[in-house]
T-cell receptor
Framework: GAVVSQHPSWVICKSGTSVKIECRSL??????MFWYRQFPKQSLMLMAT?????????EQGVEKDKFLINHASLTLSTLTVTSAHPEDSSFYIC??????????????FGEGSRLTVL | AQSVTQPDIHITVSEGASLELRCNYS??????LFWYVQSPGQGLQLLLK??????LVQGIKGFEAEFKRSQSSFNLRKPSVHWSDAAEYFC??????????FGAGTILRVKS
């Protein structure tokens, strides 16, 4: 079964509103989680690294004020898309490292959350 | 900078036929290489990985991949494709710190 879960799996919102996406590690603690954005027919783009107890690390070109990331606990990271616009519509995926294989790139992925901004 | 190229956006094969999905990478050091599969509505699942050692790695569901340093390639193969293999496949390269760089993905369609 899934070991990383995202919620909601899909959301439709009006332009200008904010949307929060949750990522939970279900049976392990994750001090680090990663947020990706996937465009249609394109690869997953790493947006940011979520760190429990400290600020997230954003990749170049990702707006920190637009995509707020909070790693509230060892099992929960949230991504809030603030003042969403249609161009923010995308598939957002979170991941967490396999607990037995830190720093090797082996990740568990959530099911993804599809955001549609009208 | 790291990059991954998957030259084929779509591939269609007949059930029972062999499969090869291509992946080329660019990375300054010895890479960690991965293949993930994504089925509709599901998260990415790790098929196999290469860290070091034997360049032919075996994965789940009968998949294998071969690391060829001289060609900067890590192609995914399966001798006989099943209809349930239809999905999108992503090649990724990673280094220290769990950051992965993904290819654009290859959508596999299986004809019955």
């Amino acid at each position: 079964g899934a070991v990383v879960s995202q919620h909601p799996s899909w959301v439709i919102c009006k332009s200008g509103t904010s949307v929060k996406i949750e990522c939970r590690s279900l049976d392990f603690q994750a001090t680090t989680m990663f947020w990706y954005r996937q465009f249609p027919k394109q690869s997953l783009m790493l947006m940011a690294t979520s760190n429990e107890g400290s600020k997230a690390t954003y990749e170049q070109g990702v707006e920190k004020d637009k995509f707020l990331i909070n790693h509230a606990s060892l099992t929960l990271s949230t991504l809030t898309v603030t003042s969403a616009h249609p161009e923010d519509s995308s598939f957002y995926i979170c991941s967490a490292p396999r607990r037995l294989a830190p720093n090797t790139g082996e990740l568990f992925f959530g099911e993804g959350s599809r955001l549609t901004v009208l | 900078a790291q990059s991954v190229t998957q030259p084929d956006i779509h591939i269609t094969v007949s059930e029972g036929a062999s499969l090869e999905l291509r992946c080329n990478y660019s990375y300054g050091a010895t890479p960690y290489l991965f293949w993930y599969v994504q089925s509709p509505g599901q998260g990415l699942q790790l098929l196999l990985k290469y860290f070091s050692g034997d360049t032919l790695v075996q994965g789940i569901k009968g998949f294998e991949a071969e690391f060829k340093r001289s060609q900067s390639s890590f192609n995914l193969r399966k001798p006989s494709v099943h209809w349930s293999d239809a999905a999108e496949y992503f090649c990724a390269v990673g280094g220290y710190g769990n950051k992965l760089v993904f290819g654009a993905g290859t959508i596999l369609r299986v004809k019955s």
